[in-house]
């Protein structure tokens, strides 16, 4: 099983990234997939998910009407497109997945069973 994340970079606030998170070795479309953040000194925070069967969504409030998840399960990928970025929207960005938690689970606990590296994304003011 593996996650990859990719996209993460430096931008000024107010523009966009999109991150990606391709997954291989199981069943993409059963899956609950989607990114967490850790910012420095911070916890790791629920930031978007995806339900990959019924395509039913998460956001946390911090990010609701900026950010926008996607699958596109032909290509066994996850999209984090991220508009109008905030300087406090920095930090290092964790693609996850699990079968069987909820996403409501997975962002109260902190938890997934599978997990991508990290791909660090620096707003600037």
């Known amino acids: 099983v593996q996650l990859q994340a990719s996209g993460g970079g430096l931008v000024r606030a107010g523009g966009s990234l999109r991150l990606s998170c391709a997954a291989s070795?199981?069943?993409?479309?059963?899956?609950?997939i989607g990114w967490f953040r850790q910012a420095p000194g911070k916890e790791r925070e629920g930031v978007s998910f995806?339900?990959?069967?019924?395509?039913?969504?998460y956001y946390a409030d911090s990010v609701k009407g900026r950010f926008t998840i996607s699958s596109d399960n032909a290509k066994n990928t996850v999209y984090l497109q991220m508009n109008s970025l905030k300087p406090e929207d920095t930090a290092v960005y964790y693609c996850?997945?699990?079968?069987?938690?909820?996403?409501?689970?997975?962002?109260?606990?902190?938890?997934?069973?599978?997990w991508g590296q990290g791909t660090l994304v620096t707003v600037s003011s």
């Open positions: 995806i339900s990959v069967s019924d395509g039913s969504t």
């Open positions: 070795g199981f069943i993409f479309d059963e899956y609950n």
């Open positions: 996850a997945a699990d079968l069987y938690l909820t996403i409501a689970s997975m962002t109260q606990q902190g938890i997934a069973d599978y």
